[in-house]
């Protein structure tokens, strides 16, 4: 074997990252120091702003420059120190020789371009294939991360993909070129539980018959044990403790990572209750897309996201909405708040609001919150921390003077586990966790009666995520709240919500009382889901595809 083969690919040495100018700056990566070999999975773990996205990025000099510096560090891949080489050299290894998964796939992806675009342009550009070539290889890699019927979403943009598939484009672009090594952070957040363990698989497969080695970023320490060969722990910017996964897994040294592993959400939802009054009805509830083909793009077809559902949501109750990604959650609950159009009937405290139009709606839209599932997405970059969550009361309670107004904002930061000081920075400073409970706190600040939650701990590690739902949970029990719970997280939906929806295909497959859902199974699908969850088994092949 040469001394070339002996080598890491990928060797961190004392890496350290600091924000701020002038004399100010702020250490969030503190001599961080690990290595990667050819064919090897290392996993990243730590709590939301720990410091593991920063040093990824840094691997391929992605932070945002002056601002971020590098007191110290050297990050050699096969023999060269990107560190220190210039953007010429970068270009050449960004995307081809070390590509990266990015946590948000929406501000990742084009919004102008479609599906077919956004692939086969990296193919051209880097390959030089012809555009029928691409095609060809643009449906081969959709199908390799298990996209249902590729050619149906060539023409997709990304808004009209559901997260989860919006995920999986991005995976089939950063493997388009077949990279040595692949830097994944947070992969699979957006990712419900079996399609989490067919791409977690896919990953493997692919790194087995490439020899490609991964960099892979999580909160979710059930897939480090089974996907990662290593684990460095960090917090506070600091590795704490790295080993094999089996020896730090099975005989933590740190307390801190002693911390991490109990880690767990907790707790039990409300009891359910039919005499508490109903704060949202829907019944027979259609969201139909049409597929439009030829060159007068005529209707041939549509995509049936929701397709004749029925929902109830009561005073205090959480009714929880689980099932795959792409099986028509988040377009139920946009409904429900009129945000997209559909059919059926919906009524909110009582009144009906499916004819209204959107300025009869203004007024309800304090009463009818959302949480969205991407919080970078959904935050402006150009607005402080205090003037998102602000927002809304300068439009919904304009009388507020504004030290009232920024005495709430200040309580709604602290209450989703947030420092009040931080409220004057933007979003961009803010890890994704931490970006997530910004989220919260600016639908929470209304005070509102219902609160649509997508996917509201998918950013957050286990021990935030178990603080959520104690949060969760108390405001709902404080306020009366009535929550719609979107989530692929089966453990947070069963702490959380007392009645779940399990959907597949725009359709309820299997409905009732949480307990009864959880614990009795009746179709083969929800058992999948239940297996996948909570017995660390894969689901069956062919139950769960997207």
């Not at 250490?27 to 996993?43: H, N, P, Q, R, W």
């Not at 702003?49 to 992605?62: D, H, I, P, T, W």
């Not at 420059?65 to 010429?88: C, M, N, T, W």
């Not at 892979?216 to 290593?230: N, S």
Request: aromatic fraction near 4%; hydrophobic fraction near 40%; glycine fraction near 8%.
């Amino acid at each position: 074997m040469s001394t070339q083969d002996k080598m890491p690919l990928l060797s961190v040495e004392d890496l350290s990252v600091a924000f701020g100018q002038g004399g100010r700056e702020t250490l969030a990566v503190d001599k961080v120091s690990f290595t990667i070999a050819k064919g090897e999975t290392v996993a990243l773990v730590g709590e939301s702003g720990s410091g593991k996205s920063v040093s990824a990025l840094s691997v391929l000099k992605l932070l945002p420059y002056p601002a971020a510096s590098h007191p110290s560090g050297k990050v050699i891949f096969k023999g060269e120190d990107l560190l220190h080489a210039g953007e010429k050299a970068m270009r050449k290894v960004r995307g081809n020789e070390i590509s990266m998964i990015f946590q948000e796939p929406m501000t990742s992806l084009n919004p102008l371009h479609t599906v077919e675009k956004q692939i086969a342009e990296i193919l051209k550009i880097h390959r030089g294939m012809s555009d029928t070539k691409a095609r060809e290889r643009v449906l081969e890699l959709l199908t390799q991360v298990g996209i249902r019927d590729p050619e149906t979403r060539l023409n997709s943009y990304p808004h009209q993909l559901s997260g989860g598939q919006r995920q999986r484009v991005m995976i089939a672009m950063t493997l388009a070129n077949e990279p040595d090594l692949l830097i994944a952070d947070e992969p699979t957040t957006a990712l419900d539980v079996t399609v989490q363990a067919q791409i977690l698989k896919l990953l493997k497969d692919l790194q087995a018959a490439r020899g490609m080695a991964m960099l892979f970023i999580t909160h979710d320490l059930g897939i480090v044990r089974k996907f990662a060969d290593r684990v460095c722990v960090m917090t506070g910017g600091k590795i704490v403790e790295q080993g094999p996964v089996a020896e730090i897994f099975d005989n933590p040294q740190h307390d801190y990572t002693k911390h991490l592993l109990a880690a767990e959400p907790k707790g039990t939802p409300p009891v359910h209750d039919d005499s508490k009054p109903v704060v949202v009805q829907a019944d027979d509830l259609k969201v139909w897309f049409p597929i439009k083909r030829g060159f007068l793009r005529r209707t041939v077809d549509h995509v049936k996201a929701v397709d004749g559902i029925d929902v109830t949501v009561r005073e205090g109750q959480t009714l929880g909405i689980v099932g795959e990604s792409g099986s028509g959650k988040t377009t139920l609950g946009l409904a429900i708040l009129r945000m997209i159009s559909s059919t059926g009937r919906i009524s909110f405290k009582g009144q009906e609001i499916q004819e209204h139009s959107w300025k009869d709606m203004r007024p309800l839209r304090r009463d009818m919150q959302i949480v969205f599932q991407d919080p970078f997405g959904a935050l402006s970059p150009r607005m402080s921390v205090a003037d998102i969550v602000g927002e809304g009361l300068l439009v919904h309670a304009p009388d507020l003077s504004a030290v009232e107004r920024d005495r709430k904002v200040a309580k709604a930061l602290e209450e989703v586990g947030l420092d009040a000081s931080t409220r004057f920075r933007y979003p961009h400073e803010f890890s994704g966790g931490q970006r997530q409970r910004i989220s919260i706190a600016r639908a929470m600040v209304l005070e509102p009666k219902f609160v649509m939650l997508d996917e509201p701990t998918s950013a957050l590690d286990m021990s935030v995520q178990a603080q959520v739902v104690d949060l969760l949970r108390d405001l709902q029990k404080a306020h009366g709240l009535a929550y719609l719970f979107i989530s692929h997280d089966l453990k947070v939906v069963r702490a959380l919500a007392n009645d779940v929806i399990v959907m597949r295909n725009g359709k309820v497959v299997e409905a009732g009382v949480s307990e009864k859902v959880f614990d009795h199974p009746e179709t083969d699908y929800t058992k999948a889901l239940m297996a996948a969850a909570f017995r660390l088994e894969t689901a069956p092949e062919g139950v769960v595809s997207e």
